[in-house]
């Protein structure tokens, strides 16, 4: 699951916590042993489950066709659902199309302010920063879980990752 794990940190931020378990399946049907020595898989879903019934159901295919391809980063609740990398909410009834969300810092380079906040908060020393060694435990431990559930075919918990 290495190549989706800053996908898996946007959901896990937005939750506000990690996973209790996971399930799933996948593996290398395309891309065998190409190059020699491969061992990313090319194809996996995964379902995580967090707390208060919290689902995130993570794809990730090298299986598509020109014209089928696309990161999709969708959230569907019980009033409708956003499109987190579009900024748009689409309520479940009532009023339909499209509503276009004001996103802060839209269009903003990511990168740059990131290493911003990283100057900022050692200039100021005035708060916590945004990645500590907790959220990395946890931004490592979410694709270790799911790539777990999916080589030994069964649920895994957090406690048996997180120990």
Known sequence: MDQGIHILDLFT???????????????????????PGRTVMDNYSVIFEYPNGVRVNFSHHYLDPSGFTGTKELVFGSEGAVD?????????VGKRGLVKLEVPNAGQDATYMSLAAFVENIRTNNHKPLNDVESALRSTLVPIMGTKAIEERRIVTWEEVAG
């Open 13 to 35: 931020w937005a939750i506000g916590g990690h996973p209790l378990r996971a399930m799933g399946s996948g593996g290398t049907n395309l891309f065998i042993n190409e190059p």
């Open 84 to 92: 987190l990398a579009g900024g748009t909410w689409q309520p479940r």
